[in-house]
């Protein structure tokens, strides 16, 4: 590996990059809230009611990616 790949890996480990702490941070937030009304959801006995929903925001977050990109 040359000096710019080591640079590279720095960057993103040690969170300097902007695009790097906003991943970070929307995927912590993510999981969080996923692992937290799947938990419920369970508990209730509605996991595939869990599925649907899982599946059905999807959509929603590639359609966000497309407008934020597209901005």
């Known amino acids: 590996m040359d000096a710019g790949t080591w640079e590279q890996i720095l960057r993103v480990i040690s969170l300097s990059d902007y695009n790097t702490r906003i991943v970070i941070l929307g995927t912590t937030a993510l999981g969080i809230a996923c692992g937290l009304i799947g938990s419920f959801m369970l508990l209730r006995k509605r996991s595939l009611m ?12 590639a359609l966000a990616f497309m407008v934020m990109v597209a901005w």
Not at 50 to 61: E, K, Q, R
Request: proline share 8%; glycine share 8%; charged share 10%.
């Open 50 to 61: 869990a599925d649907a929903v899982s599946h059905a925001t999807l959509p929603g977050i």
